[in-house]
């Protein structure tokens, strides 16, 4: 068998194992599968595919003229589609669903947040889930912060929700720069630079002195 050959039946080898230990973790991790989903689910299908968002929509029971409405405003209408449609699948409403989804910069990330803590923590009020999920910036890292401290620290999730959330809410202050004088409005008088002039000998042969410069003058510069 030649060279390329060879290498053409590996690299078919590694395409399929990949594609098959891919799928097998989409499976087994329902939580995870969703960033897959753009390989696995919908190849080829773009941000803006106003049609799959619109089949999720209807598939997660939301009606059609108000999907209509909300797929036309979405910057991303598949991902709308795919929040929407994940959140539904776990015994959530469409109205709240899509009232999620439409709020969050991240609709994708909040889908996971939703699923992940309704999954690994059920016991926990759905209008805290929800309202949690949307108001995060970072969707993804408030789950996991939520589901890790209240199984390590055994807080309830409420607990762990108000926690993750009020750490998101920090503003992170830098002390500022002032430069001297920034906040005064009257101009600042520097001292005056003073150039030395070249010595001249004088006929009793004495250097003269330089002449006076008054306190807050400026001398202009010789160039």
């Known amino acids: ?81 795919i929040c929407v449609d994940r959140i539904t699948r776990n015994e959530v409403s469409a109205e709240d669903a899509l009232s999620v989804c439409r709020q969050v910069r991240r609709p994708v990330e909040a889908s996971t947040c939703v699923v992940d803590i309704r999954r690994r923590a059920p016991q926990t009020a759905l209008v805290n889930v929800l309202n949690g999920c949307r108001q995060s910036l970072l969707p993804a890292r408030f789950s996991n912060c939520v589901v890790d401290l209240s199984r390590d620290l055994k807080l309830t999730t409420e607990q762990s929700i108000s926690a993750c959330i009020s750490a998101s809410d920090i503003t992170r202050d830098l002390q500022p720069t002032v430069l001297p004088g920034a906040t005064n409005t009257s101009p600042v008088t520097l001292p005056a630079p003073v150039t030395p002039s070249p010595a001249q000998p004088s006929p009793g042969g004495s250097t003269p002195a330089p002449p006076a410069t008054t306190p807050g003058t400026v001398t202009p510069q010789r160039f």
Request: charged share 25%.
């Open 1 to 81: 068998m030649s060279i390329s050959k060879m290498m053409q039946s590996k690299i078919t080898r590694s395409l399929i194992t990949s594609t098959v230990i891919g799928t097998l973790i989409a499976l087994a991790s329902p939580v995870k599968a969703g960033v897959l989903d753009d390989v696995f689910i919908r190849p080829g299908v773009d941000e803006a595919d106003f049609g799959a968002c619109a089949r999720d929509l209807t598939r997660g029971k939301v009606e059609a003229q108000i999907a209509a409405d909300a797929c036309a405003k979405a910057i991303r209408p598949k991902d709308l589609g």
